[in-house]
């Protein structure tokens, strides 16, 4: 099992910028792509960004440019840095984590952390 604990969100401006972070615990071995998923309320949960284990990102087209995806292998920790921040953001974001074994993949999900973009 595999744990993810988000943390990060809040309340912020218009063109502000926050942080989030998620950190994985657990059997962790395996694990070959991390990443942040979110939902707005009415809508499905959709990519935002993904890193692998060789350091390739991908991101969606109304990211790009403002969010910056990337981890800290030691501390197990991935981070999304979010700028230029719009109303459009507004969403409960979800870390996700990729696992495979030698019996099956793997997919897990941390609680979720609310960011809200609002003057």
Excluded: H
Excluded at 43 to 58: D, K
Excluded at 97 to 119: D, F, H, I, K, M
């Amino acid at each position: 099992q595999v744990q993810l604990v988000e943390s990060g969100g809040g309340l912020v401006q218009p063109a502000g910028s926050l942080r989030l972070s998620c950190a994985a615990s657990g059997s962790i071995f395996g694990i070959y792509v991390m990443g942040w998923y979110r939902q707005a309320p009415g809508n499905q949960r959709e990519l935002v960004a993904t890193i692998s284990n060789s350091g390739s990102t991908n991101y969606a087209d109304s990211v790009k440019g403002r969010f910056t995806i990337s981890r800290d292998s030691a501390k197990n920790t991935v981070y999304l840095q979010m700028n230029s921040l719009k109303p459009e953001d507004t969403a409960v974001y979800y870390c996700n984590a990729e696992q495979l074994t030698p019996s099956r993949r793997y997919t897990y999900w941390g609680q979720g952390t609310q960011v809200t973009v609002s003057s």
